[in-house]
């Protein structure tokens, strides 16, 4: 009962974190691996994705109802997602990802300078292109991000924020919310192939859902009620937690 409160506490905060800006797995992966440590990894990984679907699916309904998405352009990327995330895990099998385990410290730092760099960035609403075009792009976000979920994972929300921001004009609001949408793309993606492979304690995944999708409904709320400014500032500290997290794991552990 112990473990499982400890992880039902973590997912609470995680689908806070995920809702508002992605970012949740740096709080729920570290306590599942140190709640139980001779689990296979695999497993808990799985566990995680059976519990951190529900609340990004339930934080996708909550921006639905209050933000203006183009969903022309949001479902086929949607789609891309969930094949890049397929081929990510499949990738994964076949490859070491050792050497994005040491890029990826220094890519997330490059996020967070130009995100530093560019104070006015993602604090407007101002979407480029047409819906054609902006199909195009998202599609091409969503598979390559979808991809790197499969084969890696750390700070996919994130990534999905930033480059709607940056390749689409949307404020960190509405990029926020159309992360949540290819997020549940790829979670969901990935939860099929560990769940596949025996790789989810569902008993536990069960009771970290509830605990994630009110976090998630939280989480949500005060993102819509602060706005885009709130939002970045979540960016902010979640893409240097992040810097901290995997420069530790590469460079120190």
Request: a positive charge.
């Amino acid at each position: 009962m112990i473990e499982l409160f400890t992880v039902a506490v973590a997912s609470l905060l995680a689908g806070f974190v995920d809702a508002v800006v992605g970012g949740g797995g740096l709080v729920l992966v570290p306590a599942l691996f140190s709640t139980f440590p001779n689990a296979a990894p695999a497993t808990l990984f799985g566990t995680n994705k059976g519990a951190s679907v529900w609340g990004t699916a339930w934080a996708t309904h909550q921006y639905a109802k209050r933000v203006s998405l183009p969903w022309l352009a949001l479902m086929p990327a949607a789609i891309a997602a969930l094949a890049g995330s397929f081929c990510g895990a499949w990738a994964v099998t076949q490859v070491d990802p050792s050497g994005l385990r040491k890029a990826l410290p220094v890519i997330l730092l490059a996020v967070l300078l130009y995100t530093l760099a560019k104070k006015d960035l993602g604090r407007r609403h101002a979407p480029r292109h047409t819906v054609g075009v902006q199909t195009a792009i998202a599609a091409v976000i969503g598979v390559v991000i979808g991809f790197y979920d499969g084969f890696f994972g750390p700070g996919t929300g994130s990534f999905f924020v930033f480059l709607f921001v940056r390749l689409l004009g949307f404020d960190f609001l509405h990029a926020s919310a159309t992360a949540k949408l290819l997020n549940t793309a790829t979670n969901a993606a990935a939860l099929v192939l560990f769940a596949s492979k025996g790789h989810v304690w569902w008993h536990i995944a069960a009771v970290m859902a509830v605990a994630n999708v009110a976090g998630s409904l939280v989480g949500t709320r005060m993102a819509l009620a602060r706005g885009a400014g709130f939002v970045r500032g979540m960016f902010v500290a979640v893409v240097a937690l992040l810097i901290l997290k995997t420069g530790y794991d590469a460079f120190l552990r």
